[in-house]
Structures are given as C-alpha cells and as structure tokens.
C-alpha cells in the first residue's frame, strides 16, 4: 500500500446551514486553510479536511456522496470518493481541493455534546454520554467533547472534568471552539487534558446565519507530519489517539461584538423553536 506524507490542516467542527451559499462555503474553506497553511507549512504539500458534524435530521454528506456518483456534476466544486466511504474530494478546476469527512452531532442525555467524527451512521440524541461514546467508537469514529459558553459549567462540567480525569478509559478527544470569545481565556481542562494525553482538536462551528458561510476552516488544528494510505480516515483517527503533543491549533479566538450578537441571535432562534 502506498503511504503519503504531508502537512495536514483540519477544521473539527462543521456545520453546512441550509442558508449557506455552498460556492461562498467551499471557497471560504479553501481560502482560511491556504492563508493559515502559508504562514506554517513552508514548502510541505498540505492536504486540508473538513470535518462535518451534521445535527439530527441533517445529511448533507448523503447529499454530496450521491453527486460523486453522477456521471456528470452540476456546480463549480466536484466531489469524488476519497478511499473510504465517509470520505470524499471536493475540488474545483483551479486546482483548489478538500476531504471532507461525515460525522454527527449528539445531545446526550446529561445536555452534552458529542462530535461524531468519521460516523456516517444516525444515532438518537437523548442517549447517556458514556453510551454515546461507546457507539461512536463503534462506528469507527473520534468522540469528541466540544466547548460551548456555559457548556462545561455546573452539573455538565462535572461530567467532562470526570472524563478527563479517568481519560485513559475513555478515548475521547476534547474541542476548542472558534465561537470562543477573546475575552474567555481557554478553559483549564484543556491542560489537564493534554497532561492525560487528551487531544484538542478544535473546529470553527459556523453558525446558522448566512455570513457563517465564509468561517469554516478559520479555526482548527495542524498536524505537521501525517502519514496516510487508502484510508485517510482512518489513519487521522489512529494518529491523533497518541498525537496530542504533536498536534497544534491556529485561529483567533472571536472579537466580543460578534460574540455577544450571535449569542443573542442564537438565544432568539432556540426561543422560537
């Protein structure tokens, strides 16, 4: 089989909103990686990935793995099966090209979160964490545990300061967030984390509003060296189980304005549902 090296660049957290613009989203991505990549990977090739971590009732992925299938492809990005099946290329005929990778979002039972990455499977929300986790380690997946403001207070931070302190019975990853405000330094469970071998691997999370379309890949991780085959996936998974102190993160962190609108707007939408 053979095997690649290369820079890789990734955003964690993705959410495709039915309001986005998918032309403004993909050359957005393309865009954030580039510039961040240019200031770190030197003259390293770069493979950047999109990590989707779709909510009940959303498969966007299905959407896009069903164009890879068409003979002939509507649209200035393509998409084309990447080695595994939660996996694909979205490229254009620049030249621009990306993985983008399945994944789900769960509520557990106890109001936590839980990033599914590499699931193409459903799974209820509703469900106990430790269950939840186990289910994606099922699938093949990443369970990750990402941060949210008032998330990981109370009850609920209770319940990931636990994880983190018995993480080596868990295999779970936690994630910073690009919503994260300047003024909301990055929660100290990072650090006993990494201390554990806890990997952060952090995501943008575009929020349902139509300039979102222009934030994914705006905040993620880096790993310098990755090495892949014909399951790209795959081989992220098993590199970032034991990559914690290799894997780095890029972006800033958002400015208070924006932070406090979209968290008002945010307050309204769930109001309304």
């Not at 319940?159 to 100290?188: C, K, M, Q």
Request: aromatic content about 10%; hydrophobic content about 40%; overall charge positive.
């Amino acid at each position: 089989m053979t095997q690649h090296k290369t820079f890789l660049i990734g955003d964690g957290h993705v959410h495709i909103h039915a309001c986005f613009d998918l032309d403004t989203f993909w050359e957005s991505a393309w865009h954030n990686f580039s510039q961040a990549a240019s200031r770190y990977a030197q003259d390293s090739p770069v493979k950047a990935v999109l990590f989707l971590t779709e909510c009940q009732g959303v498969n966007r992925f299905a959407d896009f793995k069903q164009q890879a299938n068409e003979t002939e492809q509507k649209g200035l990005w393509k998409f084309q099966q990447a080695g595994e099946s939660r996996c694909l290329r979205v490229y254009n005929e620049a030249g621009a090209e990306l993985w983008l990778v399945a994944g789900r979002q769960i509520i557990t039972a106890e109001k936590l979160e839980i990033l599914g990455l590499g699931v193409e499977q459903h799974c209820d929300d509703g469900k106990p964490l430790a269950e939840v986790v186990d289910w994606v380690h099922a699938q093949a997946g990443m369970a990750v545990i990402p941060w949210g403001a008032g998330k990981w207070t109370g009850a609920r931070g209770a319940y990931v300061r636990a994880l983190v302190e018995n993480a080596t019975a868990n295999g779970f990853l936690l994630g910073d967030n690009g919503n994260r405000p300047v003024f909301w330094s990055l929660p100290s469970l990072f650090a006993r984390g990494r201390a554990r071998g806890v990997v952060n691997l952090p995501g943008s999370d575009p929020l349902p509003f139509p300039q979102e379309a222009r934030r994914p890949g705006s905040y993620g991780f880096m790993l310098p060296e990755f090495q892949y085959g014909n399951e790209p996936v795959k081989d992220m998974i098993a590199q970032f189980a034991r990559g914690a102190q290799r894997l780095r993160t890029y972006g800033e962190p958002e400015n208070m304005l924006r932070f406090v609108k979209h968290q008002c707007l945010m307050q309204l939408i769930k109001r309304r549902k």
